[in-house]
């Protein structure tokens, strides 16, 4: 039985110093906003939105100690969930994904609101970065994965993110998907879950594993393409390093058919290692068991996307399942 298949490999990537940057200059610790004076789109590029997640840290580091300034419009920085960074521990890497609850559930049309009981860390945050995600035309989630696999985007649902990140050239495999059980990611906030809103756009990138230099040069990479195609930067302002014109390949859509969830019951399982990206040819076959029944591949050459056993409470997301398009 497998519990869990986080990397055995040692984390290459060391914590940033934020403290040059984690003051900000909004007045929200740890967002950064600065504007240009010719009118263009309200661009925001998010990391640590899991406080474990290092390599988009690193990227708005890069950016901040460049000192990029927008061409138009205006660029938002912002290091989401300092509270569970500044727990972050390279012997127990999990542990500073968040302090209370998964800030990346919170958003959406947060029923948690307005409720009698007190708010906890990360609702707190939520509420401090809400105008900053809502005031934005254009989001870049940077985030990374706890197991070695390939980068993923995820568009969402609504095919004209997808588009987009496709034009960026965002990583090999792009994921459309509908989020999770437990709750609203940022990605899905607001303009960027309104189907109408076509001029509203966000991805989210995995960039890779956790601890992988290489995920770091996949944020700082996307950072580039994303800053270009939304007129807020040229090549020729940024760092030529910052790009990796062949780092990858076509990319490959991939539509999420199924978000399968742990059940309460036995721990759930897989039975196998499986990592992203795998196919699993067979329709039918049982790949493990989400703790009240066998977890089946519905069809054949099933792709799964990030199974995960380490946040595996009843509710969690445990794998997905996908359909190449
Ligand atoms: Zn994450």
Known sequence: ?????????????????????????????????????????????????????????????E?????????????????CNLAAFDRFDPTNTDRSRFVD?????????????????????????????????????????????????????LTGLMAHHADHALAWGAPGLLVADAGHAAGT?????????????????????ECGWHGAESSRTVALDMLHRFLCASGCAQASDLPTRWRQNDLRQAPQRLQVTHAITVQPGPAPHFTKAYRTADVVARQGTVIGHDG?????????????????LVHAKPGATMVRLARQE
């Open 1 to 61: 039985m497998n519990r869990s298949f986080p990397s055995a490999k040692a984390f290459e990537l060391q914590a940033p110093d934020l403290n040059a940057w984690r003051a900000g200059n909004t007045g929200v610790e740890g967002v950064w906003r600065f504007a240009s004076t010719q009118p263009g789109r309200e661009v925001l590029v998010t990391a640590l939105v899991h406080g474990n997640e290092l390599c988009g840290a690193w990227a708005l580091v």
């Open 63 to 79: 950016a901040l100690e460049a000192g990029l300034r927008p061409r138009c419009g205006a660029l938002n920085l912002a290091f």
């Open 101 to 153: 609850q998964d800030l990346n559930r919170l958003w959406g049309r947060m029923p948690w609101r307005g409720g009698s009981a007190p708010l906890d860390c990360e609702q707190e945050r939520v509420l401090q970065l809400l105008p900053v995600v809502e005031r934005a035309d254009w989001l870049l989630d940077l985030h990374s994965m706890h197991a070695e696999g390939p980068a993923l985007g």
């Open 185 to 205: 990611r940022m990605r899905d906030h607001g303009r960027f879950g309104d189907a109408q809103d076509t001029e509203a756009v966000a991805l989210l990138v």
């Open 292 to 308: 009240a029944s066998p977890v089946v591949t519905p069809y054949d050459n099933c792709v799964l996307v990030m199974p995960s």
